[in-house]
Nanobody
């Protein structure tokens, strides 16, 4: 399996911003679906944003739409998650994931089983 390394987590105040990064190894070249998931204590892991790597099509969960933005830097093999107007309920461990993209995908899905490479996670804590 390839490697994904997240960074950028930390503590931020309500209303603040944070940018997460996910560096992907070259061995993941065939994995064009990239997604950010998050998991809060006692809750299931949920997808928040996805992007077709080197394609650009994005998708967002309703809870973050308009506040979060996923982007890519192809030359750096890095995917970013810009998080703005953060809320206390955004507190979670954020995971980067990679999976296969299929031609009939409208966008990269938030189905966990579609992703076979995961990062170690980075904690984001939003407090007032």
């Amino acid at each position: 399996q390839g490697q994904l390394v997240e960074s950028g987590g930390g503590s931020v105040q309500v209303g603040g911003s944070r940018r997460l990064s996910c560096a992907r190894s070259a061995s993941l070249d065939g994995r064009r679906c990239m997604a950010w998931f998050r998991q809060a204590p006692g809750k299931q892991r949920e997808g928040v944003a996805s992007i077709v790597f080197n394609g650009g099509r994005t998708s967002y969960a309703g809870s973050v739409k308009g506040r979060f933005a996923i982007s890519q830097e192809y030359a750096e093999s890095t995917v970013y998650l810009q998080m703005n107007n953060l809320k206390a309920e955004d507190t979670a461990t954020y995971y980067c994931a990679a999976g296969s993209y299929y031609s009939d995908d409208i966008a990269c899905p938030f189905t966990r089983g579609r992703y076979d490479s995961w990062g170690q996670g980075t904690q984001v804590t939003v407090s007032s």
